[in-house]
């Protein structure tokens, strides 16, 4: 059974640095043409990509957000590390990630973990 | 970046009914596109990839058509427990944009 759990603080103040992790069972990041994304969506609000990392090291991060935005993976340990910097109030979301595979070059995000909010407040 | 819309924003059905959801691409996506389904304060669910493609274990209700920019999500005859919002997701390139969700309630 392919499982996906995220774990980080629950609060973070203005100007700190996110630091969530990704925890993945049932597949292995080493496998071919797997990866692994993150997805917020702040309260009431929409989903947004954030990024993914693929198991040949390939990232990609969105837009708006990449300055701030860092992605990695421990094979070993079956962690995604995704840090997010000078966290500011709208990044209150809660963020998930998911398993992204791939048939015949479609990539979808087809099994998610439960999601863990993020509060940013002083 | 590729820029997602849907319509309607927001609809209002009866169990029974045929729902129908659009989904545009700000450019050509061939049929790089995922439909996901969200129930409140659950994550969300694939639902179909590569615009018509059921993911495994998704009922048949469910059906998805098109290609380039136009693209919809069917539901041939709702039921309970298809209140949800549901959005569309481009993968044709980096980064994969989601559209902004059509929430799906009870008339």
């Known amino acids: 059974q392919v499982t996906l759990k995220e774990s980080g603080p629950v609060l973070v103040k203005p100007t700190e640095t996110l630091t969530l992790t990704c925890t993945v069972s049932g597949f292995s990041l080493s496998n071919a043409r797997m990866g692994v994304s993150w997805i917020r969506q702040p309260p009431g609000k929409a989903l947004e990509w954030l990024a993914h990392?693929?198991?040949?090291?390939?990232?990609s991060y969105s837009t708006s957000l990449k300055s701030r935005l860092t992605i990695s993976k421990d094979t070993s340990k079956s962690q995604v590390v995704l840090t997010m910097t000078n966290m500011d109030p709208v990044d209150t979301a809660t963020y998930y990630c998911?398993?992204?595979?791939?048939?015949?070059?479609?990539?979808?995000?087809?099994?998610w973990g439960k999601g863990t909010t993020v509060t940013v407040s002083s | 970046d590729i820029q997602m819309t849907q319509s309607p924003s927001s609809l209002s059905a009866s169990v029974g009914d045929r729902v129908t959801i659009t989904c545009r691409a700000s450019?050509?996506?061939?049929?790089?596109l995922n439909w996901y389904q969200q129930k409140p304060g659950k994550a969300p669910k694939l639902l179909i990839y590569a615009a018509s493609s059921l993911q495994s274990g998704v009922p048949s209700r469910f059906s998805g058509s098109g290609s380039g920019t136009d693209f919809t999500l069917t539901i041939s005859s709702l039921q309970p427990e298809d209140f949800a919002t549901y959005y569309c997701q481009q993968s044709y390139s980096t980064p994969r944009v989601f559209g902004p969700g059509t929430k799906v309630d009870i008339k």
């Open positions: 998911a398993r992204t595979g791939t048939t015949y070059y479609y990539y979808y995000m087809d099994v």
């Open positions: 450019q050509s996506i061939s049929s790089y």
């Open positions: 990392i693929f198991s040949n090291d390939e990232k």
